[in-house]
């Protein structure tokens, strides 16, 4: 398993950035008002929103490589959290495209979102 690509700086990630963090519940309710509820899955379920900005040609490619090694959603990955440094081993991109902007000369950018696959 591979591990998503750091940039040159070393960073795992350019501000601004997004982290979310969720849980998935059902919710029954019955007749008579009353609720119950149960968690789909034990743990929350995490996502990054990454805007990598002023990228130049040679990390944009890198990226464009790694997309295309995962092919799109159906890769799985290691993850860093650019917040606490913790490895996410399962991670994949929510994305099966991958769009790129150049706005001169090393000044590419893109924006991808990955998210932690359940196990």
């Known amino acids: 398993m591979s ?3 750091r940039l040159k700086t070393g960073a795992a990630a350019q501000y ?4 979310a963090v969720s849980y998935s519940t059902q919710v029954f309710r019955f007749l008579d008002g009353s609720e ?5 899955h034990s743990t929350a379920s995490r996502q990054w929103t ?13 990226l464009r490589e790694f997309f ?18 913790t490895v ?5 991109l929510e994305e099966d ?8 000369e090393s000044r590419g950018g893109t924006s991808v979102v990955v998210r932690e696959n359940r196990t």
Request: glycine residues 10%; hydrophobic residues 30%; contains cysteine.
């Open 97 to 104: 495209e991958m769009g790129c902007e150049f706005h001169g």
């Open 88 to 92: 996410y081993g399962e991670c994949s």
């Open 16 to 19: 601004p950035a997004s982290k």
């Open 50 to 62: 990454l805007r990598l900005d002023l990228l130049d040609e040679e990390e944009l490619a890198r």
């Open 3 to 5: 591990d998503f690509p």
């Open 36 to 40: 119950q509820r149960y968690r789909e």
């Open 68 to 85: 295309e090694a995962n092919q799109g959603r159906f890769g799985a990955f290691r993850f860093e959290d650019p917040w606490d440094g």
